[in-house]
Structure formats: C-alpha cells, structure tokens
C-alpha cells in the first residue's frame, strides 16, 4: 500500500483506537503524535518540560516540532508501504509539510474524518482513565471497571487520567480543534480525498466502515 491514511476528527472521537486497530489487525503503522509527545514528556529535558506544559493547557505543539518529529518518524523503513496518521495534521501549515512529504515519498492521501457529536466528546474526554500497567482504557460513564478505580486485568493498578482530560483543558483543546483543525476538513474536501464515518457507535461497526473506506 503507497497510501497515507489521515484519521481525522475532534480529540475524544476515537482516532486512536481506529489506528491502533488497524495497526493491529493490518498492519499498517500508526503515527501518533499525541502518543508520541506522550512519551517525550516521560524525559527530564526544558523540551520536554515545554510540551508537557503546552499539552496539559490544551494547546497545541508548535508546527515546526511537530512536523519534524513525524518526517524523522516517517523516514523510517516501515513506512515504506503507507501508514495511519492519528493526530497529525492538525494546522494548515502541517498540511502543507504533509503535502511535501507525500510527493518526495511517492504516496497518495486519504483523509476519513471520524465525526461524533460534541455533547457526547465532552464525556469521553473528561470520563477518560486508563490502566497506567497495560494501557486499558475505561471510560467512568460508559465503560467504568468493575473495581471502582482500578483496572480489571490489574487489580492492585489504580487508573489514571490523562492531565489533558480535565474538564478545562478539555474545553480548550476542543476549541482548538475548532479553530485550526476543523478548516482542514474542508480543504481536503475540496479536493475530493475526504471520505467519511460516523463514530458516535460501536468500536467494531466503525473500524469495519474504516477499513471498507481504505480498501
Ligand atoms: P492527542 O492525543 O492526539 O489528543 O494529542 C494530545 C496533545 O498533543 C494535543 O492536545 C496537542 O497539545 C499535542 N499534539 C498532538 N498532535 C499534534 C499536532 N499535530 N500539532 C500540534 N500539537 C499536537
């Protein structure tokens, strides 16, 4: 596969779980930013420092970071055949690198915005824990563990929430979302590479619509 596969749609609309599926069941890598200043913020550097600021307001990463960190991802061997973007790009500016690296890289890009209804990503984000052990995720309205704040599958690990999933970093990230991100719907519209799925139902009705979509 020679294609870029953008999954894009407001924070909490489940891109992350459709790329990792589709990671897992076909393949295809998963780039994610959010993931992967996730894991920058675990060293002890003034960079990181910086983002872990950035991220926790709600904010987002300046472009110039952000798309290094996916060109240095994305020059690695295993991208070669295509790969999911989870994340990324979230500001013109980033389209535009993306646009550049898909011509040098020989690719084609295929956008599928996954779109759910802004009441219900209120609580999803903010209902949001998971398993610091295994990474389970739970939701405290629609999908709590069984032990009060513990995870099933480790019982003695207490969950956790992301600092981004508190109620005013929330509020920010999805007015962000609307002010940088949701414009880039349209430009890829315009130019006939958007498709499609809604993602307010069940996790495997949707990965199935997705990968309908790519096929
Ligand atoms: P996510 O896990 O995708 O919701 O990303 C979490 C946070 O990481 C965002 O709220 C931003 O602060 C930062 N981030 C992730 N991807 C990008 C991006 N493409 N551009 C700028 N900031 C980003």
Same mark, same amino acid.
């Given at each position: 596969?020679?294609?870029?596969?953008? %999954? !894009?749609?407001?924070?909490?609309?489940?891109?992350?779980?459709?790329?990792?599926?589709?990671?897992?069941?076909?393949? *295809?890598?998963? *780039? &994610?930013?959010?993931?992967?200043?996730?894991?920058?913020?675990?060293?002890?550097?003034?960079?990181?420092?910086? =983002?872990?600021?950035?991220?926790?307001?709600?904010?987002?990463?300046?472009?110039?970071?952000? #798309?290094?960190? =996916?060109?240095?991802?994305?020059?690695?061997?295993?991208?070669?055949?295509?790969? =999911?973007?989870?994340?990324?790009?979230?500001?013109?500016?980033?389209?535009?690198? %993306?646009?550049?690296?898909?011509?040098?890289?020989?690719?084609?890009?295929?956008? !599928?915005?996954?779109?759910?209804?802004?009441?219900? %990503?209120?609580?999803?984000?903010?209902?949001?824990?998971?398993?610091? =052990?295994?990474?389970?995720?739970?939701?405290?309205?629609?999908?709590?563990?069984?032990?009060?704040?513990?995870?099933?599958?480790?019982?003695?690990?207490?969950?956790?929430?992301? &600092?981004?999933?508190?109620?005013? #970093?929330?509020?920010?990230? %999805?007015?962000?979302?609307?002010?940088?991100?949701?414009?880039?719907?349209?430009?890829?519209?315009?130019?006939?590479?958007?498709?499609?799925?809604?993602?307010?139902?069940?996790?495997?009705?949707?990965?199935?619509?997705?990968?309908?979509?790519?096929?």
């Amino acid at each position: 596969m020679d294609k870029i596969i953008v %999954l !894009i749609g407001a924070p909490g609309a489940g891109k992350g779980t459709q790329a990792r599926l589709l990671q897992e069941r076909r393949g *295809i890598p998963q *780039i &994610s930013t959010g993931d992967m200043f996730r894991e920058m913020q675990t060293l002890d550097t003034p960079l990181a420092r910086e =983002v872990q600021e950035i991220m926790a307001s709600g904010k987002y990463v300046p472009d110039e970071l952000t #798309s290094r960190m =996916v060109k240095e991802r994305t020059d690695r061997d295993d991208t070669k055949n295509g790969y =999911v973007l989870d994340g990324y790009p979230r500001t013109l500016p980033q389209v535009e690198f %993306l646009e550049e690296l898909a011509k040098e890289s020989n690719k084609t890009i295929e956008v !599928i915005e996954v779109d759910v209804p802004k009441d219900e %990503l209120m609580r999803r984000l903010t209902g949001r824990r998971n398993c610091p =052990v295994c990474g389970e995720l739970y939701n405290i309205y629609s999908r709590p563990p069984a032990n009060d704040n513990f995870c099933d599958l480790h019982p003695q690990s207490e969950l956790k929430q992301r &600092s981004d999933d508190k109620e005013e #970093s929330v509020r920010t990230r %999805l007015e962000t979302y609307e002010r940088e991100t949701e414009p880039l719907i349209d430009y890829y519209a315009t130019s006939g590479r958007l498709k499609k799925v809604d993602g307010s139902g069940e996790v495997e009705d949707i990965y199935r619509e997705v990968e309908n979509l790519i096929n």
